[in-house]
């Protein structure tokens, strides 16, 4: 097992329905975990910060929110999201 941590930030609120129960927020979630197999040696980059298009390649984990009724990631002209990789193998993946 790879142990993974979760951080949520909420960014807003905006829309309650008591008539409906529900709700509508924006928030950023991050995801870390440690993959040694994405581990590089450098002595220049202290990072390495790549679009969503790696995600499509490498495991990811597959986190849930229970109960709700629909999610979706944000996007304009691309999807909203963020992978780093840094030497030792830890990554930091973040959606919006």
């Not at 008591?18 to 993959?35: I, Q, S």
């Not at 002595?43 to 929110?65: A, C, E, Y």
Request: proline share 4%; net charge neutral; no cysteine.
């Amino acid at each position: 097992p790879i142990p993974v941590g979760i951080d949520v930030q909420v960014e807003s609120i905006d829309s309650i329905s008591e008539v409906d129960m529900d709700f509508t927020m924006t928030l950023y979630l991050r995801h870390y975990w440690k993959d040694e197999r994405l581990s590089f040696r450098s002595n220049k980059n202290k990072s390495m910060t790549f679009d969503g298009r790696l995600l499509k390649k490498i495991w990811v984990p597959d986190v849930f929110f229970v109960h709700s009724k629909r999610s979706f990631i944000h996007d304009t002209t691309v999807e909203n999201v963020m992978l780093r990789v840094y030497p030792d193998g830890n990554v930091l993946f973040s959606l919006r």
